[in-house]
């Protein structure tokens, strides 16, 4: 793409709001043809008019061809936005754990089966996963979510590491908080450890433009991530403590 996403074919998934309709705004801006996707008709239909876009309305692992037919045959970027929040324990129903599994993962590895044939012929493609910080590092409160978005990462990491040099560029998407109804819908557990530095979600997207001109993986909206991340893998124990230590306190604020 030169360096530009003008005129190339993107997709993003969840673009219903926050930060999936954020990205769709900002590739939109920079001239990039766009496909919308989301469970809800009504989320995307306004966005799609707003910003000149077509709306793929269905299952986010699920709509790679219908989505490439609207662009004439060809995606140059996906973004595998869509996600669920999942909060809970260990305790957490079998369908919740399956949920969480089947959309932040699952639909990451169906999509990209789906573009890669077409990305390695030519040698060139961009996927773009939405994952978390918690796929870094972790979240109290919400077990199902912080394992899937570990899985989210590692997927990513691995088509990072297989396909860079046939052309596929990777970039995971890490952020903390930012202000959507996710956020809202992580409770106690987001309010203690989310909300005091949670971001909008244009500045999701203008992190990850950043990463694609840059060619790097990690898109850390929250520039701290990186020395939380780092921490972790130098004193794994000390930095449980301290995540424990997080624990107690929101245990306490429940009590």
Same mark, same amino acid.
């Given at each position: 793409?030169?360096?530009?996403?003008? @005129?190339? =074919?993107?997709?993003?998934?969840?673009? =219903?709001?926050?930060? @999936?309709?954020? %990205?769709?705004?900002?590739?939109?801006?920079?001239?990039?043809?766009?496909?919308?996707?989301? %469970?809800?008709?009504?989320? !995307?239909?306004?966005?799609?008019?707003?910003? @000149?876009?077509? #709306?793929?309305?269905?299952?986010?692992?699920?709509?790679?061809?219908?989505?490439?037919? #609207? %662009?004439?045959?060809? !995606?140059?970027?996906?973004?595998?936005?869509?996600? %669920?929040?999942?909060?809970?324990?260990?305790?957490?129903?079998?369908?919740?754990?399956?949920?969480?599994?089947?959309?932040?993962?699952?639909?990451?590895?169906?999509?990209?089966?789906?573009?890669?044939?077409?990305?390695?012929?030519?040698?060139?493609?961009?996927?773009?996963?939405?994952?978390?910080?918690? =796929?870094?590092?972790?979240?109290?409160?919400?077990?199902?979510?912080?394992?899937?978005? &570990?899985?989210?990462?590692?997927?990513?990491?691995?088509?990072?590491?297989?396909?860079?040099?046939?052309?596929?560029?990777? &970039? +995971? !998407?890490?952020?903390?908080?930012?202000?959507?109804?996710?956020?809202?819908?992580?409770?106690?557990?987001?309010?203690?450890?989310?909300?005091?530095?949670?971001?909008?979600?244009? +500045?999701?997207?203008?992190?990850?433009?950043?990463?694609?001109?840059?060619?790097?993986?990690?898109?850390?909206? &929250?520039?701290?991530?990186?020395?939380?991340?780092?921490?972790?893998?130098?004193?794994?124990?000390?930095?449980?403590? =301290?995540?424990? &230590?997080?624990?107690?306190?929101?245990?306490?604020?429940? #009590?």
């Amino acid at each position: 793409m030169g360096g530009t996403v003008r @005129g190339a =074919g993107v997709v993003v998934t969840g673009a =219903g709001g926050g930060i @999936g309709a954020a %990205l769709a705004r900002r590739f939109a801006e920079e001239g990039a043809r766009v496909v919308v996707n989301d %469970l809800d008709a009504a989320g !995307i239909g306004p966005l799609a008019e707003e910003i @000149g876009a077509v #709306a793929v309305v269905g299952d986010a692992s699920r709509i790679v061809d219908e989505a490439r037919d #609207a %662009l004439d045959g060809t !995606i140059d970027v996906y973004c595998a936005n869509a996600g %669920l929040a999942s909060p809970g324990d260990v305790l957490a129903d079998e369908e919740v754990w399956a949920a969480a599994w089947d959309v932040n993962v699952m639909a990451h590895v169906r999509a990209a089966r789906a573009l890669l044939p077409a990305w390695l012929e030519r040698g060139s493609g961009r996927f773009v996963s939405t994952a978390s910080a918690a =796929g870094l590092l972790t979240m109290i409160g919400a077990a199902p979510y912080s394992v899937t978005k &570990h899985g989210a990462v590692a997927f990513a990491e691995w088509l990072s590491l297989t396909y860079r040099h046939r052309g596929v560029k990777v &970039h +995971a !998407i890490c952020p903390q908080g930012v202000r959507t109804d996710m956020l809202a819908a992580a409770g106690s557990a987001g309010e203690l450890v989310l909300a005091p530095g949670a971001i909008e979600p244009a +500045a999701v997207a203008d992190a990850l433009f950043d990463a694609m001109a840059e060619d790097r993986f990690l898109v850390l909206p &929250h520039p701290e991530v990186a020395g939380y991340y780092r921490a972790r893998a130098e004193d794994t124990d000390r930095w449980l403590g =301290g995540m424990n &230590h997080l624990q107690r306190k929101w245990e306490e604020t429940r #009590a």
